[in-house]
């Protein structure tokens, strides 16, 4: 609101005449100001990330002020972007929050920083801006899938069949770097076993980014499984593979299942 007030000066201009004094006119209008702030510590880091991968950060965005705020632009620089949602694009009011998503994609390997820039306007008239620091490290990790479907079938099978129905599972390397293939295991006394291993333990698969292969080096090997039921009924069993895809140690899992007649 407006505030109205005057300036009174009282002086002698060194005459005998008396005391003078001039008067000046204020005013003032008192405007009630928003604030913003980022949730979470700074730099808000994605750690790694496989190169051609994504990794996503809801961050919370509040108007620590007392007057509403209008914001103006979001900006994040590449490999890093930023989705707001329609409420931050909305007029904020007093303690009111929001969220947004921001996303780390690298497309090379190596450290990367940047910033997060939020302008806004807090009802001074003049535009701010709010900015939070970026950072990820882009790796390039191995990501290992076995073929197939999630669950598979061997259909039926004759109690001691000569020969046991056996598939083979083929485990690839999708990843953009190695992956180090460490167990591969089935339940003791399980109908279903590992006929042919060609994904030994230490094996490295290359990924996309990989060297091309070479000794102890390809981008895919075969496990091959057997069915031998020993009762009537369905069977089921589940094949755990372990590896390590740079990083960290990674485990894959497949339902097998059959019917033993």
Same mark, same amino acid.
């Given at each position: 609101r407006a505030i109205n007030g005057n300036l009174t000066v009282h002086y002698r201009d060194g005459a005998a005449a008396p005391e003078k004094t001039v008067r000046l006119a204020l005013q003032g209008t008192g405007i009630v100001l928003g604030g913003l702030s980022i949730s979470g510590n700074a730099p808000t880091d994605f750690e790694n990330v496989s190169v051609g991968g994504r990794s996503t950060k809801d961050l919370t965005l509040t108007n620590t002020g007392a007057g509403e705020v209008r914001t103006v632009s979001f900006n994040a620089p590449a490999p890093f972007s930023v989705n707001?949602?329609?409420s931050c694009r909305q007029p904020l009011a007093a303690n009111a929050s929001c969220t947004l998503q921001v996303t780390y994609a690298p497309a090379a390997e190596g450290r990367t920083t940047g910033s997060l820039t939020i302008v806004f306007n807090d009802g001074s008239g003049t535009q701010k801006s709010l900015a939070r620091e970026l950072t990820g490290n882009g790796v390039a990790l191995g990501h290992?899938?076995? %073929?197939?479907t999630p669950e598979i079938d061997f259909g039926s099978s004759a109690l001691n069949a000569t020969p046991i129905k056996v598939l083979t599972l083929t485990v690839t390397n999708s990843g953009s770097g190695p992956a180090t293939i460490g167990r591969v295991n089935l339940p003791v006394g399980s109908p279903f076993s590992v006929v042919t291993n060609g994904c030994t333990e230490g094996?490295?698969?290359n990924g996309g980014s990989g060297p091309r292969p070479g000794p102890g080096r390809r981008p895919s090997c075969p496990i091959t499984v057997g069915f031998a039921p020993n009762v009537?009924?369905?069977?089921?069993?589940?094949?755990?593979?372990t590896y390590n895809d740079g990083n960290q140690v990674q485990t894959l899992h497949r339902r097998l299942f059959?019917? %033993?007649i």
């Open positions: 707001p949602a329609e290992l899938r076995i %073929g197939g094996l490295v698969l009537v009924g369905l069977a089921e069993a589940r094949l755990e593979l059959g019917q %033993g």
